[in-house]
């Protein structure tokens, strides 16, 4: 399975941004779904994740609880993570996969989020 991250850019503190992830897996609404972030000399860590189907589950680290919003589009087979009132602490290259230690599918590249002050 192949995910392609996009969606990210430089913004200014207080800005808005939205990711999208595409992934290439042959039934995609099964599977439940997160993004990820990683920061320059930090582990990555799992910000947002939505449950399989319609999505109704959603959880947010606390980091972005408020900010983040994830959702889903099983048709165009596509996660997204809508950014609001973003922080220089919320820079990272941003990740999508499976929220489940070991059972992630390939890395993407990310996408790189870069928030100045």
């Known amino acids: 399975v192949q995910v392609v991250e996009s969606g990210g850019g430089l913004v200014q503190a207080g800005g808005s941004l939205r990711l999208s992830c595409a992934a290439s897996?042959?039934?995609?609404?099964?599977?439940?779904m997160g993004w990820y972030r990683q920061a320059p000399g930090k582990q990555r860590e799992l910000v947002a994740s939505?449950?399989?189907?319609?999505?109704?589950?959603?959880n947010y680290a606390d980091s972005v609880k408020g900010r983040f919003t994830i959702s889903r589009d099983n048709g165009k087979k596509t996660v997204y993570l809508q950014m609001n009132s973003l922080k220089p602490e919320d820079t990272a290259v941003y990740f999508c996969n499976r929220p489940f230690e070991g059972r992630w599918w390939d890395w993407g590249q990310g996408t790189q989020v870069t928030v100045s002050s």
């Open positions: 897996v042959r039934i995609f609404s099964i599977n439940d």
């Open positions: 939505i449950s399989s189907g319609s999505g109704g589950r959603t």
